[in-house]
């Protein structure tokens, strides 16, 4: 039986992913996938998928705001992009979307049927229930717009959908897992994503069966002193209960734009700075031969190769793994293109040798997160103010680029003062300061 992991309370934002970085969203999405997929199969991949915190820091580590609820509609729509024209080799399909492209959801699972020899239909009906059921069944204040369906060949699947609510100015996401899923009804989600919002209507977790049943019975008789009585009945009986999130994982999106350090376990991020300089020089010296540029695409891999091959427990701190490739906002430092763009093609040249057979690139990725892990311990390094700044400063000769355009040169700036610095007080992202 599936069950709910953890949840995560998700700032809605508004605005558009730039082309520059959806183009580069969708091939490392797709690169990174490949990865998952050549080391653990692709049922690992839908784990993956259904893994709220997973799916937040894989966000994060391509460049969107690591915060914000924008994440689900550009990653779904990173890995539509991205895995379509691998389904072939992949044998994994991405359906549905935001908006009206929720809604061809179900036609395109009865094509995919058609197409690879499973029952579309079926899927289709899933997906109806699916949305059912968060729409419904769960009653707790969030309107769905979105509706991501990911299903193999063999027709396992996973589905990321979301809901908003405006008054609250949040976004709650629910994730799903056909693995182990025996009623649609009865405490399926492998996860519900979202702040505790007080009390809620939940029919479909396992404890409210008795009030499933005895709502069929109220409906045969209708009288309004009976459902008087039998609401009375359930509330006293515990069956309409305060949602259970707050005793399993929680996972609490701020509000505010800026990483900060309480953002990030500076352990673990000091452990992946570490491998990448201690493994990075043995495993990658073609790529360091690159002035200025290779020894940072090492330490952005360190991180991408956490979100190929981490545990679970591992992606609480979603913050962390926008030091990969900053973001689109200019949080935590503008998105270094040259840096993202070398990412891309050394995880690109290690997937392609490993389908001829020779591994070890993809193996040189495995072991810089392995010997993060154990460096980690003992590894120190810069504060994470103090990381922030220097990026910010090195970001011009990076490529940088944000919404407001691409960095200029330091000199053309007053180099930032993190430490004096007051961040909190806008989720505006703001420009260099520049001299007069």
């Known amino acids: 039986m599936a069950r709910r992991t953890g949840g995560a309370d998700l700032p809605l934002h508004g605005g558009s992913v730039p082309k520059w970085l959806a183009d580069r969203m969708t091939r490392l999405g797709a690169v990174m996938s490949q990865a998952i997929v050549h080391h653990y199969g692709r049922d690992e991949l839908l784990r993956r998928l259904a893994n709220p915190f997973w799916f937040q ?16 509609t550009s990653v779904i729509g990173a890995l539509k992009r991205g895995l379509t024209p691998l389904q072939g080799e992949l044998g994994i399909h991405v359906c549905g979307g935001r908006g009206s492209h929720s809604r061809k959801t179900p036609g395109e699972l009865i094509a995919i049927g058609d197409r690879v020899g499973i029952d579309g239909a079926a899927l289709a009906q899933s997906s109806r229930l699916v949305a059912k059921v968060d729409s419904a069944a769960v009653q707790d204040g969030f309107d769905l717009y979105l509706h991501g369906f990911f299903v193999t060949d063999d027709g396992k699947w996973a589905v990321v959908q979301q809901g908003m ?24 989600h492998a996860a519900i994503d979202g702040d505790s919002q007080g009390q809620i209507v939940n029919l479909a977790d396992h404890r409210a069966k008795a009030s499933r049943d005895g709502q069929l019975d109220i409906l045969s008789s209708l009288g309004p002193d009976r459902i008087a009585r039998e609401f009375a009945a359930l509330e006293r009986g515990g069956l309409l209960l305060p949602e259970p999130q707050g005793q399993l994982p929680f996972l609490v999106m701020p509000g505010h734009h800026d990483v900060r350090p309480t953002d990030i376990i500076a352990r673990r991020l000091h ?4 491998a990448a300089a201690d493994n990075g020089p043995k495993d990658f010296p073609s790529l360091l031969l690159t002035p200025g540029v290779g020894a940072r695409t090492v330490q952005a891999l360190a991180m991408v190769a956490e979100v190929v091959h981490g545990a679970p427990f591992r992606f609480s701190d979603p913050a962390r793994f926008s030091i990969a490739h900053g973001g689109k906002d200019r949080h935590p430092y503008p998105v270094p293109i040259k840096v993202y763009d070398e990412t891309i093609r050394v995880l690109k040249s290690a997937v392609q040798k490993a389908k001829l057979g020779r591994d070890e690139e993809l193996a040189a990725l495995q072991r810089l997160d392995a010997q993060a892990r154990q460096l980690e311990r003992t590894a120190t390094g810069p504060s994470v103010e103090q990381l922030i700044a220097d990026e910010r400063l090195k970001s011009h000769s990076y490529g940088g680029r944000s919404v407001f355009g691409i960095e200029p040169p330091p000199e053309s700036r007053i180099e930032e003062a993190p430490a004096q610095q007051d961040l909190s007080l806008s989720d505006a992202p703001g420009r260099p300061i520049r001299r007069a």
């Open 165 to 188: 609510n405006d008054a609250r100015k949040s976004a709650r996401r629910y994730h799903w897992l056909s693995e182990g899923l025996t009623s649609f009804v009865d405490d399926p």
């Open 271 to 274: 452990g992946n700075l570490a």
């Open 57 to 72: 820091s894989f966000g994060a580590v391509m460049g969107m705001d690591w915060h914000s609820s924008g994440i689900t």
